[in-house]
């Protein structure tokens, strides 16, 4: 049967509708790449410009020569790829385990695990930093890809467990015939099936540890260890605040995301409705 197509009216009131929403999340990201190339005089102006005039790029001369800049972005470059890494790598293992074995407290196990997504993050501060000064891993990019990796773990493992759960099991039946064991099948079989899952979790977990500023500010002290956020945040003095300079390094910082969506992009939609329909 094919889809019924929209009278004319409405498909254009769901056009502009559509197009009103996207102009209007899109605005705030234009107007701060705009101020990024104005000087501090015309920050403020008003009405605002969105096509600066005069545009100068001495915001990003004044960020990308600043010698510690350099230092927090491939600090917050390690903390996310191993953290991501780390945290997908974990979940796809447990996701596996829960989806294709059955063993006494599996159901109990996962209900527990994802209690973690029930509780606020900004609740769990104080009991993860006296585990970290337990542990010795205050003021450490250790000490952060730890709890980002944990932090990360239950909603990974949520969301490919449906997909793992979709896959046919005759596909490990098979393998099981050719001899192939536990990790076998996981690696060479499993994993490259889930890659649209495996994408959007990549996605999520990038995006939450490159952008996570309350954890990061909590445990780390010394400016050598600080990352990204913070280095962004110190940008704002108390006496004043030059936005061009904030903004230009906020650009700066979101790349690194982009670069990962648009890596990921093509398995993203599907990863997200993977394991919602069973059969």
Same mark, same amino acid.
């Given at each position: 049967?094919?889809?019924?197509?929209?009278?004319?009216?409405?498909?254009?009131?769901?056009?502009?509708?559509?197009?009103?929403?996207?102009?209007?999340?899109?605005?705030?990201?234009?107007?701060? =790449?705009?101020?990024?190339?104005?000087?501090?005089?015309?920050?403020?102006?008003?009405?605002?410009?969105?096509?600066?005039?005069?545009?100068?790029?001495? !915001?990003?001369?004044?960020? =990308?020569?600043? +010698?510690?800049?350099?230092?927090?972005?491939? !600090?917050?470059?390690?903390?996310?790829?191993?953290?991501?890494?780390?945290?997908?790598?974990?979940?796809?293992?447990?996701?596996?385990?829960?989806?294709?074995?059955?063993?006494?407290?599996?159901?109990?196990?996962?209900?527990?695990?994802?209690?973690?997504?029930?509780?606020?993050?900004?609740?769990?501060?104080?009991?993860?930093?006296?585990?970290?000064?337990?542990?010795?891993?205050?003021?450490?990019?250790?000490?952060?890809?730890?709890?980002?990796?944990?932090?990360?773990?239950?909603? !990974?493992?949520?969301?490919?467990?449906?997909?793992?759960?979709?896959?046919? +099991?005759?596909?490990?039946?098979?393998?099981?015939?050719? +001899?192939?064991?536990? #990790?076998?099948?996981?690696? !060479?079989?499993?994993?490259?099936?889930?890659?649209?899952?495996?994408?959007?979790?990549?996605?999520?977990?990038?995006?939450?540890? #490159?952008?996570?500023?309350?954890?990061?500010?909590?445990?780390?002290?010394?400016?050598?260890?600080?990352?990204?956020?913070?280095?962004?945040?110190?940008?704002? +003095?108390?006496?004043?605040?030059?936005?061009?300079?904030?903004?230009?390094?906020?650009?700066?910082?979101? =790349?690194?995301?982009?670069?990962?969506?648009?890596?990921?992009?093509?398995?993203?939609?599907?990863?997200?409705?993977?394991?919602?329909?069973?059969?």
């Amino acid at each position: 049967m094919s889809a019924r197509k929209l009278p004319g009216p409405a498909q254009s009131f769901r056009l502009v509708t559509l197009a009103f929403g996207a102009l209007l999340m899109v605005t705030p990201f234009l107007y701060m =790449l705009s101020t990024s190339f104005k000087g501090q005089q015309y920050v403020l102006k008003l009405p605002p410009q969105f096509i600066p005039d005069p545009a100068t790029l001495s !915001n990003y001369e004044r960020i =990308l020569l600043r +010698g510690d800049f350099g230092h927090y972005f491939a !600090n917050s470059l390690i903390v996310a790829v191993v953290s991501t890494t780390l945290a997908v790598l974990l979940s796809a293992m447990m996701a596996y385990g829960f989806a294709r074995y059955r063993f006494p407290g599996r159901e109990l196990m996962f209900r527990l695990l994802l209690i973690g997504l029930m509780i606020p993050a900004m609740m769990l501060i104080v009991p993860q930093f006296v585990l970290a000064k337990f542990f010795g891993v205050l003021d450490s990019l250790v000490g952060l890809i730890i709890f980002y990796v944990a932090g990360n773990l239950a909603l !990974n493992t949520f969301l490919l467990r449906g997909f793992f759960e979709a896959l046919p +099991g005759e596909l490990d039946q098979a393998m099981q015939i050719d +001899g192939a064991g536990h #990790w076998r099948r996981f690696w !060479n079989l499993a994993l490259p099936l889930a890659r649209p899952a495996l994408a959007t979790a990549t996605i999520f977990t990038f995006l939450a540890t #490159w952008d996570e500023f309350a954890w990061a500010l909590t445990i780390i002290t010394t400016p050598e260890n600080q990352t990204l956020p913070i280095a962004v945040a110190l940008l704002q +003095g108390p006496k004043g605040t030059q936005w061009g300079l904030v903004f230009a390094a906020s650009i700066i910082a979101i =790349l690194p995301v982009i670069a990962v969506f648009l890596t990921f992009q093509r398995h993203f939609v599907q990863g997200l409705t993977a394991g919602s329909v069973k059969g």
